[in-house]
Each structure stands twice: as C-alpha cells, then as structure tokens.
C-alpha cells in the first residue's frame, strides 16, 4: 500500500471549510502502523507548514520504500489539515485517534495549542504525543505526563542556551539589557519563567513586547528598542509572518542583526527569505541539521523523490522545516522500533509506543544507522525524562544559506529539572494525581 498521495484539492476552499484527512488510507491491513499527521497548509501559517507535513510524508515513504516498513510493518499515513487551530485540531484527533489495526500509534500534534488541549485525551485514550521544541517544557516529567513526550529539546532548554550563547559573546550576562519580543500566546508565554529567573539570577535587564496574532503590527515596539532600549541582544519567539516583519523592522531602525536571536520556529528558510538582504546576519536556535548533505536525506532522495514520490515541491527538502519534520517522523519510527524488540515485530500499541519512547537510546551507533550521523546529538530517555537530550545549537544566515555558529549548547540540566518538577508537581495538584513511581517501572 502506498502511503498517500495529495490531490489538487489540497489547498482549496473545501479545505478550509473543515478538517480533512486527504485521502484517508485504505481498509487497514493488519500488518501496518498507522500515523495521523496533523497538518496546516492553510490559513496564516500554512507557509510554515506546508514543508514540515512534506517532510513527515517523505521520511515514511522512505522507511517503506528502503526498509519494507519498520522490520515488515508497513507505516500508512493520513493527514489532517488543521489550519493552526485548535478546534480543529481537537476534530482531527477525536477522528483519527481509533484508526488502524492499532490505533493511532502517536499523536504530533505541531501546534501548542493543540498540544495543551489534548494532554488529558491522550492520557485517557493512552496515546503517547510527540512535541519537539513546542507545547509544555514540564511534558518532560513523565512521572507526572506518562504519555507526552517533548524530546530532543523543550522551549525552557532553548532559552538557557540561547543566553548562554550570548553569555559566551559578552563575557557576561550582568548589566547587559536583553529584549525578549514574543507572539503573544501560549508559544510565546511558555519560556518567560526561564527568562525571567536568568535576569534576576545573572543580574541583566529584562524588557519584554508581547506582539498580537499575527505579527504583523510591530513599528512601534521596534522604534522603542531601537532608539530607546538599545539592548545588547534581542530574543524572539515568533512564529509565521511575524518573524520576516520584526527582521525587516529591526533592520529599519538599525539594530544589528548579529545581536538578534530568534526561537527554532523564527528559524526557517519562510522566515528570512523575505526580508532579502536585512536578514543577512540574523542569528536563531535548532536542534538538528540543515542541508540534504546526509544519509537519511539521500535515502529519501534515491527512493522518493526520484520517482516522483515526493509529497510536496522540491524546492522544500533540505530545508530546516522539511528536516524537521523528518525528524518528527523518525522519533516516532524509533518509537516503535524500540517497542518492537520487547513486544515482537508486528503493529504496536499506543501502550507499546509509549514504552519504546521511554526506552529510546539513540547513541552514536544508532544515529549512524539511522543515517542521522551529523544531523542530531546522541539522546536517551527513561521513565522520569522525556525530553531525552536538551542540547541547543545556534545558527546564522548568510544571505543564502543557514550556518553553525556555535557547538551544541548543553543546557543548565539541574535547574531545568527543577523548574520542570515544579510545574508538573502543580498540574498534578491541580488535576488530582498521583505521579508514577518510575523505580517500579521495568
């Protein structure tokens, strides 16, 4: 079974007048793992998008093309357009979550929003959820979230790096002043905690601009940092149109792109291709590669793409949305391959899925035979981590192309942690729960 193809239908009206799976797969066979995408090729963020959903696509064709599935499970999978919103996403979920022989085998759900609306189903219906760089950093206690998982790195990871990175610059943080611009939502929201401690621990001066959905209305913020604040740096946490407009702002009123360091999801080829030249400079977080120059890349370039096999344009693979969405779909490939040598090769559970996220260990040698060598950090999870890794690489772009900057960037793990307990230890008061005693766990 071949796992989907997109019609022209795909960005039109009927899209956007509800959720469609496009198209839904086949009468489930009993040898496949089913995967619901959640996806938005539509509405303000659809740019955004668009590639990340090929990028999912593409790396499950390539395990079925190269590998005959995962050791002779075929993956099949439906997407569900989303358009960013949460309703919607909720739609998707409620109507996906039973399909195939198994179920759902993970939820992604790519927006935090939706992540947060369905923390309580997917406990209940014990489906583990993957949300890489997104959704609640505390996910990563998984005493108190069994079934959510925010490896290889969580918004609170991101923001210590980051100014850690400056740290290196300046020689130090104290009585330097540091402009945090945010969409003002729970994306933006979520790392001010860590932000907030750092300024008052480290001794720099904090001022922060929230920006109303979508972005776009920032001249104003722009014209009180440039000509009044004068920060050191500027940190963004935007998403959508509203990262080209803050570039194309900060160069307007001169503030240098060098000093200007946006989120994983400010860092994407949509993000600077706009602005043209004012973005030359501009500095911004991932935690995986860029480029095709990879094993796994070449792979799906000799048994997708040259068939024509490719579920979007050619002119997004290789970059960091598309790669991003590889990797997506390769921890949840992982997930079941882990699972699958404690439970037997055949379609896994959500409950199995769960385990195998728990269980990953993706060290040097898997990386490498994964074809992943150079493009991610070593991780492992357990019982009480789901975040698995932390590390934090800073880029630049150079007018073509995205460039390192820095090496990996371990984040500050001791205060993380505690920062993480603290906040699930509130969502377990607040919700009634007992956390899991991970001693017992096998």
Not at 27 to 56: H, K, L
Not at 163 to 173: P, V
Not at 193 to 207: D, M, T
Request: net charge neutral; with cysteine.
């Amino acid at each position: 079974m071949s796992l989907y193809r997109f019609g022209s239908a795909l960005l039109g009206a009927a899209l956007l007048a509800a959720p469609l799976a496009l198209p839904a797969p086949a009468m489930a066979q009993a040898n496949e793992q089913f995967v619901p995408s959640f996806s938005y090729r539509t509405g303000p963020f659809g740019p955004n998008g668009t590639p990340f959903a090929d990028g999912f696509a593409d790396y499950f064709k390539m395990i079925n093309a190269r590998d005959g599935g995962i050791n002779g499970v075929r993956i099949t999978l439906e997407e569900c357009e989303t358009a960013y919103n949460t309703d919607r996403g909720v739609e998707c979920y409620e109507r996906l979550k039973a399909k195939g022989p198994t179920g759902a085998t993970a939820i992604v759900p790519l927006s935090t929003g939706i992540t947060y609306a369905l923390i309580e189903r997917t406990a209940q219906d014990k489906i583990p959820m993957l949300t890489s760089g997104y959704g609640r950093s505390d996910g990563s206690d998984g005493r108190v979230f069994p079934w959510m998982f925010t490896l290889p790195a969580t918004y609170y990871s991101q923001m210590d790096a980051i100014l850690q990175f400056i740290k290196s610059k300046e020689g130090t943080l104290k009585g330097k002043k540091i402009s945090y611009i945010y969409h003002d939502s729970a994306v933006g929201k979520e790392p001010l905690p860590v932000i907030q401690r750092l300024a008052k621990e480290q001794g720099f001066e904090l001022s922060e601009f929230p920006v109303p959905n979508p972005g776009v209305e920032q001249k104003a913020i722009w014209l009180r940092i440039g000509r009044q604040i004068r920060p050191n740096y500027v940190i963004m946490w935007g998403w959508g149109v509203m990262n080209p407009t803050a570039i194309t702002e900060a160069a307007a009123v001169g503030f240098p792109r060098d000093k200007f360091i946006g989120v994983w999801w400010a860092g994407s080829e949509q993000d600077v291709t706009p602005p043209g030249d004012a973005a030359k400079g501009y500095l911004a977080a991932n935690f995986h590669g860029t480029g095709k120059d990879y094993k796994f890349m070449r792979d799906i370039e000799n048994t997708v793409l040259k068939g024509g096999q490719g579920t979007g344009e050619s002119k997004h693979v290789g970059t960091v949305l598309y790669n991003r969405g590889a990797i997506n779909a390769a921890m949840v490939v992982e997930a079941v391959r882990t699972a699958q040598e404690r439970y037997g090769n055949k379609p896994m559970t959500g409950e199995q899925v769960r385990w195998g996220f728990e269980n990953l260990n993706l060290n040097t040698q898997r990386l490498a035979a994964m074809g992943f060598e150079g493009f991610m950090p070593p991780l492992r999870t357990s019982c009480a981590d789901h975040e698995g890794g932390g590390v934090v690489r800073i880029q630049q772009w150079d007018g073509k192309k995205w460039g390192w900057v820095s090496d990996w960037i371990e984040p500050n793990r001791p205060m993380l942690r505690e920062m993480y307990e603290a906040g699930s230890a509130q969502y377990a008061k607040e919700k009634n729960t007992q956390p899991r005693d991970c001693a017992r766990q096998s």
